[in-house]
């Protein structure tokens, strides 16, 4: 197809956030992109900064920071309820084994941080805090990456 050609309709029965150009498939909208995603991604990077600040100071992890981890697992439910709700609409991710794994890895990673933090009042507790803080953005990605796809 030349490459000024316009983009043939998607075939019947696909959702309306899959679009086609030529022979590659896009879908551009999908739950863990919308600004659930990106605010689960603001909020984890404040906290794990916020850990950090306790850590160099050498501070155990407070009630600040069990507060915090509290608002991330939220916005890491809501962003799975938000998928859910998509897939039961008829969406459905490109690699949807490795977004399902990736799904409870990131639901567990909040409530972990904060039973380790409290296991190990130290400033290593704090430690704890910024590291899984810094590995829930990560695995956000990898959701958008996986529901999203470029390829034919």
């Not at 086609?20 to 992109?33: E, F, I």
């Not at 290593?124 to 990605?141: H, K, N, Q, R």
Request: with cysteine; glycine share 8%.
């Amino acid at each position: 197809m030349p490459a000024n050609a316009p983009p043939r309709p998607p075939p019947a029965g696909q959702p309306p956030s899959v679009q086609w150009s030529g022979d590659l498939l896009r879908v551009d909208r999908a739950p863990v992109n919308s600004f659930l995603g990106t605010a689960t991604i603001i909020l984890s990077l404040l906290t794990a900064g916020w850990a950090l600040f306790a850590a160099l100071r050498g501070r155990a992890p407070d009630v600040s920071h069990m507060i915090a981890l509290a608002v991330v697992e939220l916005s890491v439910v809501a962003l799975t309820v938000a998928a859910v709700m998509a897939v039961a609409n008829g969406e459905r991710p490109a690699e949807p084994g490795t977004f399902w794994g990736y799904v409870p890895t990131i639901l567990c990673l909040p409530p972990l941080a904060a039973v380790l933090a409290r296991m190990e009042p130290t400033r290593w507790g704090s430690a704890i805090v910024t590291v899984i803080c810094l590995v829930v953005p990560v695995l956000v990605v990898r959701l958008q990456q996986t529901w999203t796809v470029v390829g034919g």
